[in-house]
C-alpha cells in the first residue's frame, strides 16, 4: 500500500497580470520520486514555492502525511519535513560540510558548538542514504557533484521525508548526472519521497515513478513514467511535437577558417590547461568538442576569442593571425561567440535587451554616430532581432536579467549569429534552457554552418554532439586525445576517450 | 628534512623567538626605554585592538564599517561628558557611569550604521563616512573647554608587575586588561559558538543562512551594535590615557584599527597581533620622541605607525581575503 505524504489540491497563485498557477493537483507517495516535467515559465518554481511557503497560494489546500498543512514559510515547511535543493547552491564555501549541514540547527554542548556530534551525524547521515562525502572537508574545494550531495544531506540532516530538487542536474556534467540519480534511487528506497524539476527527458525516464507536465501554469498530463516516451512527454511539454533529431543535410565543407597550431594555454590557477592542442574548423562544417568538464574547454574557447593570453602556439582565422588579437579584432573577423556562462559573460543583467542587442556593434555606425548613440537604430535593431530570433520579452527595453534562460540566451544568439560570417564558437549553448529554444538555438546554428560559416561546438552533452556535429574532436586533459568525423564514431568511443582510457 | 608545511607552521615561532630576542639585547642595552617601550606598546595596542574587533564583527557578517574612527569619538566624548557631570558620585561610580555612556553611544551609533546598510541599503563606505565627519564636527561643537574628570586608577598585578623587563607591561589602566580579554572571548565565541557559525554563514554566503532560517537582518543589527560597544570601550581607552577629552583626540586610530583587522585576516587573534605590532611602533616613536634621540626631528618618528600602516595595506591587504558578501546589502528574494 502506498502512502501519502504530499498532496495538493487545486493550487492556484496569481501575480499582478499573470495566472502563475491554474488550479494544480500533485500527490507524492512514501519512497517515491515524481518528476516534474515543464518549460521554464511553466510555473513549476511557483508551484514549489507555495509547496515550500514561500508563497502563499491564493486558493488550494495541502496535505502533508494525511493531515491538513498550512505552510506559514520555509522554516515551518522544513519543520514539517520538507528539504529543498535549491538550483544555485545555497552552501557556504569557506565553512566545512559538517558545518554547512548543522548551520541553522546546531548541536551544542555548553556555550560552544559541539563540533563532534556535527560530524558524527554527518558521517551517520552519509552512511545510511550512501552519500559519500567527507564531513570535515572545506565546501569550496570540493567539486559540484559533491556540494550537491551536501545540499542533500543539508535537508536530510533537518529530518526530510519529502526532498524537492529544482533543476539539480543543470550544474553537473553527464557523470555527475548519473551519479546524482543513483543516489535519488537510494533515498527513494529509504522511503523518502522525491520532487523531482527538470527539463531534462532523459532523466525523467531514468529515474521517475511518475512524471506531471505542466504548461502555461497548469498541469497538462500526468502519467506513470514507465508507459510515456521522450516523444510524448515533449509534445505535452511544448504543446507541439518536438523534432529531436537535428534535420540537416550533409555538410558541404569548404576551405579552413579556423587554424590552431601547437596552441598551449595556462588556467586561472596557472596550471597547463591547454597542452600543444591543434584543430581545424572549415567553413560549413560543425566541429564538435566533447569532453568531460575541466579538460581544456573553458580556456580552448577563451584563447580563441581573444579572452586569454597563450602561452605558445599559432591561431589563424580566415588566414589573420588573431595569435594576440583583442575579443574585439576578433570579432571584426566575423566571429562570433556564444559564451559558457551567460549570466557573467553574455549579457550585462541590468542592461534592456536592446543595449545587450548590440553589445558587440554599438560602436559601429549606425548605432554610433559621431560618438553618440543612435537610438532609433539601437531600436530597430532590437525589434528586428527580436522578432528573427522569438525572444519572448515585454519589450525591448525590458532588463535582460528578468528575461528566463532560454530567452537570455537567444539574446545572445541573436547578437552573435546575426552579423556572423565566418566562426562561431558556441560553449554549452543550450545549458540550462528549455526544449523549446534548445530545438532553435541548434536550428540556428546548423543554419550558420549552411550559410557558410565555420561552428565549433563546446559541450558537455554527448547527445547534442552527436546530433548537430559533422566532426569530433576529443578533449581529454588539455590534449586532443580524437578527432573523427562524426558518422563514423559511436557514442562508446567517444565516451571511452572522454575518459582518457585510450587514445586514438 | 621537514616537510614545507612543517615549516610553515615554525614561522611564528621563529618569528615569536626572534622578537623575544630582541627585546632582551635591547634592554641590556637600555633598561628603562626597553621597559617604558614594552609598556607603552601593550597601552597602545589595547584600543587599536578593540578597534580592529569592531570592523571584524561587523565585516564578518557582511558590513564594511569604516566608521570606527567617529564612533571611538563618540565615545569618548559621551564617556568624559557623563563622567564629568557625575564626578560628585565618587570616582568608581563616575568612572563606570562613564564607560557605559560612552559604550552605549558607540552601540547606538553601530546600530544607526546598520540601520544605514541593512535596512536603507545605503552605500556602507557613505555610511561610515557620515559617521566620521558627524562625529568629529558633532563633538567639536559641542565639548565644553576646562571640564575635568575623575582620573583611572593604574592597575598593577601582584608580583608580575615587578619582574624585571615586562613589569610595566602589566601596569595598566584598567580598560586595558579588558581589551585582551574581550579578543581571546571573541576568537572563541567567533570559531566554536553558534553565533560565530552564524555570522560567518551570513557574511559569506547570507541567502544560504537564510535558508535554514536565520535572519539575516537581525543578526547583522546585533553584530552592529555589539561591535559599537566594543569601539565604545577602545574610545575609553583613549580617555583612560588622557583623562580629558580633546577635539579630534582619536587622531586616525579608528582607521589605524581597520588596518590591524586587514593585518590580521578577519580573524581575533591575528588582529591581537597586528595590535600589538603596531602599538609597539607607536610606544617606540613616543619614547624615542620622548628622548629626543638622534637628533632627528620628532615628526619623523612620529610618522612609523603611518608608515607601517600604509605598508600593511599595500601588503597584507592584499592577501587578505574578505568575506565574500562584505558590503552587500541582503535582499530576500
Not at chain 1, 519535513?81 to 535549491?86: D, E, R, S, T
Not at chain 1, 575541466?294 to 591561431?315: A, D, K, P, W, Y
Request: glycine share 12%; charged share 20%.
Amino acid at each position: 500500500m502506498t502512502t501519502s505524504v504530499l498532496r495538493a489540491r487545486g493550487l492556484t497563485k496569481r501575480f499582478p497580470g499573470v495566472l502563475a498557477n491554474d488550479s494544480v493537483d500533485l500527490d507524492l507517495n512514501r519512497g517515491e520520486i515524481v518528476g516534474l516535467l515543464g518549460e521554464n515559465g511553466a510555473g513549476k518554481s511557483t508551484l514549489v514555492k507555495m509547496l515550500f511557503g514561500v508563497y502563499e497560494p491564493d486558493e488550494g489546500t495541502m496535505e502533508i502525511g494525511g493531515e491538513p498543512a498550512d505552510i506559514s514559510g520555509p522554516a515551518d515547511a522544513i519543520a514539517k519535513g520538507m528539504g529543498m535543493v535549491h538550483q544555485h547552491f545555497q552552501l557556504v564555501g569557506p565553512l566545512t560540510v559538517a558545518d554547512n549541514v548543522v548551520l541553522g540547527a546546531e548541536p551544542r554542548s555548553g556555550l560552544f558548538i559541539d563540533e563532534k556530534a556535527a560530524v558524527e551525524s554527518v558521517r551517520e547521515l552519509s552512511e545510511k542514504f550512501g552519500l559519500d562525502v567527507d564531513p570535515g572537508a572545506v565546501v569550496e574545494d570540493l567539486p559540484v557533484g559533491v556540494q550537491q550531495r551536501v545540499e542533500i544531506l543539508k535537508a536530510l540532516y533537518r529530518g526530510a521525508d519529502i526532498l524537492i530538487l529544482d533543476e539539480p542536474s543543470a550544474v553537473l556534467t553527464p557523470q555527475e548526472t548519473d551519479e546524482l540519480l543513483e543516489v535519488m534511487r537510494g533515498l527513494a528506497a529509504t522511503g523518502v519521497g522525491i520532487i523531482f524539476i527538470t527539463h531534462k527527458l532523459r532523466e525523467i525516464l531514468a529515474v521517475t515513478d511518475r512524471v506531471v507536465v505542466m504548461r502555461g501554469g497548469a498541469v497538462v498530463g500526468a502519467a506513470d513514467t514507465a508507459g510515456s516516451t521522450q516523444e510524448g512527454l515533449a509534445e505535452l511539454m511544448v504543446g507541439r511535437p518536438v523534432i529531436f533529431r537535428v534535420e540537416k543535410d550533409q555538410a558541404v565543407p569548404g576551405p579552413t577558417v579556423l587554424y590552431v597550431q601547437g596552441l598551449v594555454a595556462r588556467d586561472d590557477r596557472d596550471q597547463r590547461a591547454l597542452d600543444n592542442i591543434s584543430l581545424q574548423v572549415r567553413s560549413g562544417e560543425i566541429v564538435g568538442v566533447a569532453g568531460v568538464e575541466g579538460n581544456g574547454q573553458r580556456e580552448l574557447v577563451e584563447t580563441l576569442t581573444g579572452l586569454r593570453r597563450i602561452t605558445s602556439g599559432t591561431i589563424t582565422i580566415d588566414g589573420e593571425d588573431v595569435t594576440r588579437a583583442s575579443p574585439r579584432d576578433i570579432h571584426r573577423l566575423g566571429v562570433g561567440h556564444v559564451p559558457e556562462d551567460r549570466e557573467k559573460d553574455g549579457l550585462v543583467s541590468s542592461y534592456s535587451v536592446a543595449d545587450n542587442l548590440v553589445l558587440n556593434r554599438y560602436f559601429k555606425k549606425p548605432f554610433s554616430k559621431s560618438g553618440l548613440r543612435d537610438f532609433a537604430a539601437i531600436a530597430r535593431n532590437a525589434e528586428k532581432l527580436v522578432a528573427d530570433y522569438g525572444v519572448a520579452t515585454p519589450a525591448i527595453t525590458t532588463g535582460v536579467g528578468t528575461l528566463s534562460g532560454g530567452n537570455k540566451q537567444k539574446v545572445i544568439v541573436a547578437r552573435e549569429l546575426s552579423e556572423t560570417t565566418s566562426l562561431v564558437v558556441a560553449s554549452q549553448p543550450t545549458r540550462g534552457v528549455d526544449v523549446g529554444s534548445i530545438e532553435f538555438i541548434h536550428e540556428q546554428l546548423v543554419s550558420a554552418r549552411d550559410q557558410g560559416a565555420g561552428v565549433l561546438l563546446v559541450s558537455a552533452e554527448l547527445d547534442e554532439i552527436f546530433s548537430l556535429a559533422d566532426r569530433i574532436v576529443v578533449l581529454y586533459r588539455g590534449r586532443v586525445v580524437g578527432d573523427m568525423p562524426a558518422a563514423d564514431a559511436t557514442v562508446e568511443q567517444v565516451g571511452l576517450l572522454m575518459a582518457g582510457a585510450v587514445d586514438a | 628534512m621537514a616537510s614545507p608545511t612543517n615549516t610553515k607552521r615554525l614561522i611564528p615561532w621563529f618569528a615569536a623567538a626572534l622578537v623575544l630576542a630582541a627585546i632582551v639585547a635591547a634592554w641590556s642595552w637600555k633598561s628603562g626605554d626597553t621597559e617604558a617601550v614594552l609598556g607603552r606598546t601593550v597601552r597602545a595596542a589595547a584600543p587599536l585592538i578593540l578597534g580592529g574587533l569592531c570592523g571584524l564583527i561587523g565585516e564578518r557578517s557582511g558590513i564594511v564599517n569604516i566608521g570606527i574612527e567617529g564612533q571611538m569619538l563618540i565615545s569618548a566624548f559621551a564617556g568624559f561628558m557623563a563622567s564629568s557631570y557625575t564626578a560628585g558620585m565618587g570616582t568608581l561610580a563616575s568612572l563606570v557611569i562613564g564607560i557605559l555612556a560612552g559604550m552605549i553611544a558607540a552601540a547606538l551609533t553601530g546600530t544607526f550604521m546598520g540601520w544605514c546598510a541593512i535596512s536603507l541599503k545605503m552605500d556602507q563606505i557613505i555610511a561610515g563616512t557620515v559617521v566620521n565627519i558627524f562625529a568629529a564636527g558633532f563633538t567639536s561643537y559641542a565639548f565644553i573647554q576646562g571640564r575635568t574628570q575623575p582620573t583611572y586608577p593604574q592597575w598593577s598585578v601582584p608580583v608580575l608587575a615587578d619582574l624585571p623587563i615586562v613589569g610595566k607591561v602589566f601596569s595598566q589602566g584598567p580598560l586595558t586588561y579588558v581589551a585582551f580579554v574581550v579578543v581571546i572571548i571573541v576568537q572563541f565565541a567567533l570559531f566554536r559558538s553558534r553565533w560565530g557559525l552564524r555570522t560567518r554563514a551570513v557574511g559569506e554566503h547570507p541567502s544560504a543562512a537564510d535558508t535554514v532560517g536565520i535572519d539575516v537582518l537581525r543578526l547583522r543589527y546585533v553584530n552592529m551594535t555589539i561591535a559599537g560597544s566594543l569601539a565604545g570601550i577602545a574610545g575609553m581607552l583613549l580617555l583612560q590615557s588622557a583623562s580629558v577629552f580633546n577635539r579630534g583626540m582619536t587622531n586616525g586610530i579608528g582607521f589605524i584599527a581597520l588596518a590591524v583587522m586587514l593585518f590580521g585576516r578577519y580573524r581575533p587573534f591575528g588582529v591581537l597581533l597586528g595590535g600589538l605590532v603596531l602599538g609597539f611602533f607607536n610606544g617606540l616613536q613616543a619614547q624615542l620622541q620622548f628622548r629626543q634621540a638622534f637628533d632627528i626631528p620628532p615628526q619623523f618618528f612620529g610618522m612609523i605607525p603611518f608608515v607601517f600602516t600604509i605598508a600593511v595595506l599595500a601588503f597584507a591587504g592584499v592577501s587578505a581575503r574578505p568575506p565574500a558578501a562584505a558590503g552587500v546589502p541582503y535582499e530576500k528574494e
